[in-house]
């Protein structure tokens, strides 16, 4: 007997993307349910050659939901993790809501998965930031080799991270562009065509943003709270995939050769990185595919024990969907939730 999943968010751009997934992954479940608010109640979804008609959150008969995949916002979450929990589903959620939750694990699955095993507490798992879950997929290999001390990292991110509005209004503003109209920002502070925005999330009062902050809480969650980083987050007119380019120091010596060796053979890491134009990768070839990419490793001469490294990935994919359905396979493939069904 398979489980039963429900998708919430099912109508945005990282629901959407589950529900792709799911299919393409086969996953076992007898059954997925794809839910929304209800203005988008009756809205057709795809779900492998599958359509699923979305049906109303607040009308969902939780008894029997197995697995919940929460992609539908922080409020949301906020309001109904909690009831999917109590009524026995386990809540990977996509959000910011429970990540900072010393009672929720926070995983990625190439770098703790272990830590899964603490969604006993509250019946809830969190999905870290986009932007961190592909650098610590590329750190974690690293960091069992040389041991990190500090990290600067500056993100180059698509604007799909911050929905279809965000999608939307790129394609409209360039289209305004070569019609000679007028660019309109609604989205954004700033034009994002043709244009970067160093500028993700609220500001907060030391000068970061939260995104950066999340960047840097996150990483010490999943990875070690002794790693010092820095970040500055950067919107780029790219629709999808994020990229990161990334200065590391280490506590021991590790050359460049070695770091490739080792990242070549990390789970979830595909190393490119050929020394000749076109030799690594880019966010256009990242886009529909599951691995972390890495290329450009070399010495950085700037400190004793230091890298410099460029990181690409589906943020939709790796940073949103693929990493909260890796948890539920690592929950089940560990035996560590059974379909309520199969229970009875």
Not at 139 to 160: C, E, F, G, M, N
Not at 165 to 194: C, G, P, Y
Not at 215 to 227: A, F, H, Q, R, Y
Request: aromatic residues 6%.
């Amino acid at each position: 007997m398979g489980y039963k999943v429900a998708v919430v968010g099912a109508t945005g751009n990282v629901g959407r993307e589950m529900l792709e997934i799911l299919a393409e992954r086969a996953f076992p479940a007898d059954e997925v349910v794809a839910l929304a608010s209800r203005r988008s109640l009756g809205v057709e979804v795809s779900f492998g050659d599958k359509i699923l008609k979305v049906k109303a959150l607040e009308h969902c008969d939780l008894s029997d939901i197995d697995i919940c995949l929460m992609s539908a916002g922080s409020a949301v979450s906020k309001e109904w993790s909690p009831k999917f929990a109590a009524a026995g589903a386990v809540v990977i959620d996509n959000s910011s809501c429970w990540r900072y939750d010393s009672d929720v694990p926070l995983v990625v699955p190439e770098v703790n998965a272990d830590a899964v095993a603490g969604f006993r507490t509250k019946g809830i798992i969190a999905n870290p930031n986009c932007s961190t879950a592909q650098l610590v997929v590329a750190l974690k290999p690293l960091h069992d080799k040389a041991k990190i001390i500090r990290v600067v990292v500056a993100t180059y991110q698509s604007v799909s991270g911050a929905g279809k509005e965000a999608m939307d209004e790129l394609f409209s503003q360039t289209k305004a562009v070569f019609t000679l109209d007028e660019v309109q920002s609604k989205k954004f502070s700033k034009r994002i065509a043709f244009n970067l925005i160093p500028h993700i999330d609220d500001f907060m009062e030391d000068g970061y943003t939260k995104e950066e902050w999340k960047m840097m809480v996150e990483t010490k969650k999943i990875l070690d709270p002794k790693i010092k980083l820095t970040a500055t987050c950067v919107r780029v007119p790219v629709f999808i995939g994020h990229s990161e380019a990334v200065t590391i120091e280490f506590a021991e010596p590790i050359t460049a050769d070695e770091a490739r060796d080792i990242l070549r053979r990390a789970p979830g890491c595909l190393v490119i990185d050929k020394h000749e134009s076109g030799g690594y990768v880019t966010p256009y070839e990242c886009a529909g595919e599951d691995a972390t990419y890495i290329s450009r490793i070399r010495t950085d001469p700037t400190v004793e024990n230091g890298l410099s490294l460029w990181v690409v990935s589906d943020n939709l994919r790796k940073g949103a969907a693929l990493n909260a359905i890796q948890i539920a396979e690592c929950l089940i493939n560990r035996k560590l939730i059974e379909a309520k069904r199969k229970a009875a």
